[in-house]
């Protein structure tokens, strides 16, 4: 099947570590996002990317890092710098700049 | 970045009942997309809809562009419509603004 995989579903992080939040598709897509979404909030978008080996800063990058190695591939390290991780992360693709976004079905990372 | 407006914020209906969900964008947009949020925080798509009007079922939208809003329309309301729906604008730079969305609960 055709979709987007984020692992893992849950994830504690504990004070001072960096984690890692995976984020793979096989739909072919371009473009690659991560969002942030907080309680009761909309989505606030992190970081993104157009192409392999580039990608851009969202609104709220300060404390995370990414890379984009592989078309399929688009990780999101949230670093001991980002001090409010608690919150639900989302990825989703598209097949280029101006077209529908499919989303994973999110990771939840609280800390210990 | 382009400010995006939901409303109303919660909204209550009995099942059977029409809804009309509103997005006010504050810039011109490339790209307006309607998503639905499941209690378990999966987003579907519903449209992807920069002008004109879509329908899809019991589902419809509109976006006047010039005007900078769109709509969705839910008509016969079911149970399975609950959630939250968020409406995101892409403007240009590729990147997306999401509202806050409206919540939705559909009582049987």
């Known amino acids: 099947d055709g979709g987007i995989t984020q692992s893992p579903k849950y994830l504690f992080r504990k004070e001072g570590q960096n984690v890692t939040l995976s984020c793979e598709q096989n739909?072919?897509?371009?473009?690659m996002y991560w969002y942030r979404q907080d309680p009761g909030q909309g989505l606030r978008l992190i970081y993104y990317?157009?192409?392999?080996?580039?990608?851009q800063k969202g609104d709220i990058a300060e404390g995370y890092s990414v890379s984009r190695e592989k078309k399929e591939s688009f990780p999101l390290t949230v670093t001991s710098a980002q001090k409010n991780p608690t919150a639900f992360y989302l990825c989703?693709?598209?097949?280029?700049?101006?077209?529908?976004?499919?989303f994973g079905a999110g990771t939840r990372l609280s800390v210990l | 970045g382009i400010q995006v407006e939901q409303s109303p914020p919660d909204l209550i209906l009995q099942e059977g009942a029409n809804s009309t969900l509103r997005c006010n964008f504050s810039?011109?947009?490339?790209?307006l997309q309607w998503f639905h949020q499941n209690p378990w925080g999966q987003l579907i798509n519903l449209f992807y809809i920069p002008s004109g009007t879509k329908q899809n079922g019991r589902l419809s939208a509109t976006t006047v562009a010039t005007e900078r809003y769109s709509l969705l329309y839910i008509s016969s309301s079911q149970t399975t419509d609950s959630g939250v729906y968020f409406c995101?604008?892409?403007?240009?730079?590729?990147?997306?603004?999401f509202g806050t969305g409206t919540s939705l609960t559909v009582i049987p």
């Open positions: 810039d011109s947009v490339n790209n």
């Open positions: 990317s157009q192409i392999v080996n580039d990608f």
């Open positions: 989703a693709s598209s097949m280029g700049p101006v077209g529908i976004q499919y």
């Open positions: 739909l072919n897509h371009d473009a």
């Open positions: 995101a604008v892409e403007g240009t730079g590729n990147q997306f603004y």
